[in-house]
Antibody, heavy 121, light 110 residues
């Protein structure tokens, strides 16, 4: 059974930083592209970032480019998202997602349960 | 990266069919057959229902089907059931090498 377990969320002050982690089990992690998607509580979904299987290339939504950084450690089966220069607008549930085994950025095959990031003073 | 356009809500009676439209542009839905649909029940993570416009993952009911014409994609739910009551989101790859979601549609079973 595929499992994606996010951690690292919490309360952070505006301008602060946070690092999210996602441990993936039940499959060969290095065979898949990975993504982060966020959801404002009670609102819609926003794709945040995606990364290739070997971590050599990443792509970002305009709203987070230059502030967030996605990375992965295939030896540890773990995906990361570094969040910097946070503002209240970044408050959301952040989902870790298993992407495609092909060279496609879609679809979002499996989702974790999410970790809540709250940016507030 | 503007969101794809979905109706806020769609409703139907048990057994009926409903269709949710997802309107994009020539920068996302139009050029690619890379539209996906996700179902989200209250307080749950989203679940993949349709990918590559028309394909169903293993385990998804064949009551769910997808299509596309031009810049607009559609999700049809046939034989509507109470368990289908949820939010549905479309998503597409874009010409900017990014991905974009629709605003979500609440499906209500009357």
């Amino acid at each position: 059974e595929v499992q994606l377990v996010e951690s690292g969320g919490g309360l952070v002050q505006p301008g602060g930083s946070l690092r999210l982690s996602c441990l993936v089990t039940g499959l060969t992690f290095s065979n898949y592209r990975m993504h982060w998607v966020r959801q404002d509580p009670g609102k819609g979904l926003l794709w945040v970032s995606g990364i290739t299987k070997d971590g050599g290339f990443a792509t970002y939504a305009d709203s987070v480019k230059g502030r967030f950084s996605i990375s992965r450690d295939n030896a540890k089966n773990t995906l990361y998202l570094q969040l910097n220069s946070l503002s209240a607008e970044d408050t959301a549930i952040y989902y870790c997602i298993r992407g495609a085994a092909t060279n496609s950025w879609t679809p979002f095959n499996d989702w974790g349960q999410g970790t809540l990031v709250t940016v507030s003073s | 990266q503007s969101a794809l356009t979905q109706p806020a809500s769609v409703s139907g009676s048990p057994g009926q069919s409903i269709t949710i439209h997802c309107t994009g542009t020539s920068n996302d839905v139009g050029p690619y057959d890379l539209v996906s649909w996700y179902q989200q029940h209250s307080d749950k993570a989203p679940k993949l229902m349709i990918y590559d416009v028309t394909k169903r993952p293993s385990g998804v009911s064949d009551r769910f089907s997808g299509s596309k014409s031009g810049d607009r994609a559609s999700l049809t739910i046939s034989g509507l059931q109470t368990g289908d009551e949820a939010y549905y989101y479309c998503s597409s790859y874009t010409t900017s090498n990014t991905l974009v979601f629709g605003g979500g549609t609440k499906v209500t079973v009357l």
